[in-house]
């Protein structure tokens, strides 16, 4: 599916992925993954008007961090924080994805690729704190520091 070949696209940009990585991208592959973002995606566009085409970024946005809450139990739940909006930027602007703001995004399939993205730069640098700072890493997946 598209969905698989975004993950192998992400994976293959990165060194050696961590135990978050993997994590991630075994969620992202999910049939649970795909229910939760479709979820989302109707709780963003509720309200407004809905084409599945020409999708805000207004909308990204919110699905994006609505998705944060359907992480499954365990270390992504734990380890991984709800992102921002600036951080859905930078990780759409790292691949080369233009300004959403303005441009917004061509249909559903590359609004799933975009929460992907997100998602697995979240786990990436997941993986990066608990390599370079590994005490703090411990106590953020035992739940000392929520």
């Known amino acids: 599916s598209s969905n ?5 696209l992400c994976r293959a940009k990165m060194e050696q992925p961590g135990r978050l990585v993997c994590a991630m991208e075994e969620w992202l592959a999910s049939d649970v993954f795909d229910a939760a973002w479709r979820d989302c995606y109707d709780m963003a566009c509720r309200g407004g ?3 599945d085409r020409n999708i805000s970024e207004t909308v990204l946005l919110k699905a994006a961090i609505a998705l944060h809450g359907r992480l499954p139990e365990g270390p992504l739940q734990l380890m991984i924080p709800e992102p921002d909006a600036e951080f859905i930027r930078g990780a759409l602007d790292h691949i080369g ?6 441009a917004g995004i ?7 690729a975009a929460l992907i993205v997100v998602y697995t730069q979240l786990a990436h640098c997941a993986d990066l704190l ?3 700072m590994p005490g703090l890493g411990s106590s953020l997946a035992s739940g000392a520091l929520r």
Not at 4 to 8: A, G, I
Not at 97 to 102: E, N, V
Request: include cysteine.
């Open 4 to 8: 698989q070949l975004s993950v192998v």
């Open 49 to 51: 008007g809905r084409s």
């Open 97 to 102: 994805c233009d300004d959403l703001r303005y």
């Open 106 to 112: 061509e249909d559903l399939e590359r609004f799933e």
């Open 130 to 132: 608990t390599k370079q």
